[in-house]
């Protein structure tokens, strides 16, 4: 993704957008709405590239009901009747390169967000799908700016659960459709052919994974751990029974995670080595996770992770997933850097810009200026190959029961770009303070 904007969703009342790159950074004071941000993308992903309404209860986002996303316009109650929430991204096949532009309004249904109007656009090309009851469907479409708008009802029931599919139009028969209501359609059909690449595009997004949404706390460490079946979750609970699966189904994939968890272990001063302890030969049997920290000379004694403190228990379940075999196509954390020493959270900037490098999209909620510091600093010396514009650093601003979204770039130095006054205000406060000015 490009770009999101929003619309009457929390606390972003007026209509703004904020840039996205490939490692973006939301940055600001607690209760801005980073976190609700980091929900809007991945909701934004649901109704676009899956066939589900999204959920904006789901771990590890809970934002209520429809009343308590809606943007409030004052303290007394007074409430818009409906959110929008948008996002651009750039299409390039052999036949097309621009930008596609989606867009969906949210309704009040059953105390739940729900998308009554779902807009996709390239070029002059726009199609708008309205939800009207269960059973049905209305589409309009434009080909130019010029046109009128076209329209016709769509019946659902032969998708059946597709009811709540995100763009019927990736699945149009349009030939069926142009035959059926061929009187409705324009004498020149260009729709399918004008959207196809964006049809092609949507459809294969479609297969590929959900955003990982990852929880600002992770799962506390056990002693010893009883495998279970490796499903994701945002807390990474599932991570010791991952990495003690891999190390038993396939060793040489095992060795390639273990290699770069060590690298970082050793580059942040964690930990050394790492291993998987089993109490037995079979998948089933009970295992710990061990690390080793050793001196210049000799090797450390291997010691449990809950006997390491917490800093090593919660950055690996990130590690894992940054680092694994098959990540997902986009990352949505939230304050990574969690009981990191300072020299630890700026290792993570390092591997943030080196995922990113590697045609990741990582869009990561901060309050450690040595992630952003890490940041600048490996641009500017071109460490990772990461550019100054494949970094976007969102600055949230608090105001009058709003929140302003600074879009902020680096440039080649590593310095810091269209910042507003109040960015790093506080710090320089406190430098001024320390040193008696």
């Known amino acids: 993704m490009d770009s999101i904007t929003l619309e009457?969703?929390?606390?972003?009342?007026?209509?703004?957008?904020?840039?996205?790159?490939?490692?973006?950074?939301?940055?600001?004071?607690?209760?801005?709405g980073k976190t609700s941000f980091l929900a809007a993308i991945r909701a934004l992903w649901d109704v676009a590239f899956r066939d589900v309404a999204p959920d904006f209860r789901g771990m590890p986002?809970?934002?209520?009901?429809?009343?308590?996303?809606?943007?409030?316009k004052s303290g007394r109650g007074g409430q818009s009747a409906c959110f929008e929430a948008g996002f651009e991204y750039s299409l390039i096949t052999e036949m097309y390169s621009g930008v596609m532009r989606f867009n969906a309004t949210f309704e009040n249904r059953a105390e739940a967000p729900f998308p009554i109007i779902r807009r996709i656009a390239r070029d002059d090309a726009r199609v708008e799908v309205y939800a009207q009851e269960r059973?049905?469907?209305?589409?309009?479409?434009?080909?130019?700016?010029?046109?009128?708008?076209?329209?016709?009802p769509f019946d659902l029931p032969?998708?059946?659960d597709a009811v709540l599919a995100p763009l019927m139009l990736l699945t149009f028969p349009w030939e069926a459709i142009a035959e059926q209501y061929g009187d409705a359609l324009p004498a020149n059909t260009e729709v399918s052919k004008n959207l196809q690449d964006l049809i092609n595009e949507i459809t294969r997004r479609k297969l590929s994974p959900q955003p990982f949404a990852g929880a600002p706390i992770r799962s506390r460490p056990l002693r010893t751990y009883d495998p279970v079946r490796p499903y994701r979750d945002p807390e990474g609970e599932y991570i010791p029974s991952y990495l003690a699966s891999l190390s038993r189904r396939n060793p040489d994939e095992w060795q390639k995670l273990k290699g770069v968890l060590e690298k970082f272990g050793r580059h942040s001063g964690l930990f050394d080595d790492i291993e998987v302890k089993s109490f037995g030969q079979s998948g089933g049997d009970p295992f710990q996770i061990q690390i080793r920290k050793s001196g210049k000379r000799r090797k450390g004694p291997w010691r449990n992770l809950i006997d390491v403190g917490y800093g090593v228990s919660q950055v690996l379940p990130v590690l894992a997933e940054l680092l694994s075999a098959e990540p997902p196509p986009m990352f949505l954390l939230q304050q990574p850097e969690v009981h990191l020493h300072p020299s630890a959270q700026?290792?993570?900037?390092?591997?943030?810009?080196?995922?990113?490098a590697g045609g990741r999209q990582l869009v990561i909620e901060t309050h450690s200026d040595y992630i952003i510091d890490r940041v600048r600093m490996d641009v500017r010396d071109g460490a990772t190959g990461l550019k100054p514009e494949d970094v976007s650093i969102l600055y949230f601003e608090p105001g009058d029961l709003e929140v302003k979204i600074h879009s902020i770039r680096i440039d080649e130095a590593g310095n810091v770009l269209d910042a507003p006054h109040s960015y790093g205000e506080f710090f320089m406060a406190e430098t001024r303070r320390s040193i008696g000015l």
């Open 8 to 32: 009457n969703y929390r606390c972003f009342g007026s209509r703004q957008t904020a840039r996205l790159a490939p490692l973006t950074l939301l940055v600001g004071p607690n209760t801005a």
């Open 61 to 72: 986002y809970d934002l209520g009901s429809f009343q308590d996303i809606v943007h409030q």
């Open 135 to 152: 059973e049905q469907q209305s589409i309009y479409w434009q080909e130019s700016h010029e046109e009128e708008w076209h329209s016709f």
């Open 158 to 160: 032969t998708y059946g």
């Open 346 to 356: 700026a290792e993570l900037g390092t591997l943030f810009c080196s995922v990113a």
